[in-house]
T-cell receptor, first 113, second 114 residues
């Protein structure tokens, strides 16, 4: 069964820092990988989707990379802002999962002014 | 505006009283699914539907029912809710077309069963 792990579980950085969130998965037979943002008690907002054939995706200050063979993805946030404070979730769709998203437990990010 | 909507957003009920959480999407997506989110356990899929009249179990289907009579709607039914079904529930939808299969989530329904 696909296992998704996110490290670190929590992160606190001062405003302006560049930071990297890590995601690893055990089964490299994935269809795609998606990064989400979740604010406390709120829904999930899709940030970036990387298909299995792609190496990275970029949106504004966010860049996500995918190394399928090693089972890893990173989310890079440039010039962090207090508004970036949230929980970031990584999820993969495995090739045999019926399009179910397998989620990591998330990284809780706090960006301090 | 393209979106997934859920109702109600908050619900407190008692053990055994049947309830339905509605989910609707306006993006003409074939694929819809339900997840529950619990502290320490993360998000887990309950049921999913690949298209109208096609549904299947996810990882934690016990105690839940679903139906897909129309493409846009995918209600989650708890016939006899129990306290262990207290959770935050999310509905999601997707086109499920290669290269364009981003999954979109609703705002969530916080359910408390006493």
């Amino acid at each position: 069964k696909q296992e998704v792990t996110q490290i670190p579980a929590a992160l606190s950085v001062p405003e302006g820092e560049n930071l990297v969130l890590n995601c690893s998965f055990t089964d490299s037979a994935i269809y795609n990988l998606q990064w989400f943002r979740q604010d406390p008690g709120k829904g999930l907002t899709s940030l970036l989707l990387i298909q299995s054939s792609q190496r990275e995706q970029t949106s504004g200050r966010l860049n996500a990379s995918l190394d399928k063979s090693s089972g890893r993805s990173t989310l890079y946030i440039a010039a962090s802002q207090p508004g970036d404070s949230a929980t970031y979730l990584c999820a993969v769709v495995s090739s045999n999962s019926g399009y179910a998203l397998n989620f990591g437990k998330g990284t809780s990010l706090l960006v301090t002014p | 505006e393209a979106q997934v909507t859920q109702n109600p957003r908050y619900l407190i009920t008692v053990t055994g009283k049947k309830l339905t959480v509605t989910c609707s999407q306006n993006m003409n997506h074939e694929y819809m699914s339900w997840y529950r989110q619990d502290p320490g356990l993360g998000l887990r899929q309950i049921y999913y539907s690949m298209n109208v009249e096609v549904t299947d179990k996810g990882d934690v289907p016990e105690g839940y029912k679903v139906s897909r009579k129309e493409k846009r709607n995918f209600p989650l039914i708890l016939e006899s809710p129990s306290p262990n079904q207290t959770s935050l529930y999310f509905c999601a939808s997707s086109l499920v077309r290669q290269g364009n299969d981003e999954q979109y989530f609703g705002p969530g329904t916080r359910l408390t069963v006493t």
